[in-house]
T-cell receptor, first 115, second 111 residues
């Protein structure tokens, strides 16, 4: 039972490089999310997709783009990586469309270092 | 925007002791969730609360949704070494519409 799967697990980038984090869920959930986790900051929402075909900005969207490829997949792209984007990134999904009050399930995380 | 205050920030306890942590907010939430995160892993859902006053247990874990809808607590009874990790609360369905996370309580258990 895979749940939420994200790749890669670890990545090192040089400043200015681009990369895409991939995420897929097999729970037939409508909503998907990307969070970043930094020491002392907790989990902060980057972007979310309430349903297939829609995306919205979260708390910290600058420097990122997302694509909801289909119901299962939601990717996060860094067009020009910066050291401030060094973080742990978590993809998540929830059953019901929208964010309010829905239980979300997380992937195992992607550790990204920008040098 | 909405914020959650989670306390304590960290706890160092002896195996067998009970643990209590809580989250408070100045805003009302419709859902309270508690997650546990172990090193190198993503947060895993422990308990979900959907109704004010609700008290829910999951094994040695008990969580309550405060009557005012502005707080929640998590208790762990008879702690064991595998309880080690960071516990996050999250409030959902508030005025901001999205799930708000506390900054976590880091639990260390001494055998």
């Amino acid at each position: 039972n895979a749940g939420v799967t994200q790749t890669p697990k670890f990545q090192v980038l040089k400043t200015g490089q681009s990369m895409t984090l991939q995420c897929a869920q097999d729970m037939n959930h409508n909503s998907m999310y990307w969070y970043r986790q930094d020491p002392g900051m907790g989990l902060r929402l980057i972007y979310y997709s309430a349903s297939e075909g829609t995306t919205d900005k979260g708390e910290v969207p600058n420097g990122y783009n997302v694509s909801r490829l289909n119901k299962r997949e939601f990717s996060l792209r860094l067009e020009s990586a910066a050291p401030s984007q060094t973080s742990v990134y978590f993809c998540a999904s929830s059953e019901v469309g929208g964010l309010g009050g829905n239980t979300i399930y997380f992937g195992e995380g992607s550790w990204l270092t920008v040098v | 925007g909405q914020q959650l205050n989670q306390s304590p920030q960290s706890m160092f306890i002896q195996e067998g002791e009970d643990v209590s942590m809580n989250c408070t907010s100045s805003s009302i939430f419709n859902t309270w969730l508690w997650y546990k995160q172990e090193p190198g892993e993503g947060p895993v859902l422990l308990i979900a609360l959907y109704k004010a006053g609700e008290l829910t247990s999951n094994g040695r874990l008990t969580a309550q949704f405060g009557i005012t809808r502005k707080d929640s607590f998590l208790n762990i009874s008879a702690s064991i070494p595998s309880d080690v990790g960071i516990y996050f609360c999250a409030g959902g369905g508030g005025s901001q519409g999205n799930l708000i996370f506390g900054k976590g309580t880091k639990l260390s258990v001494k055998p």
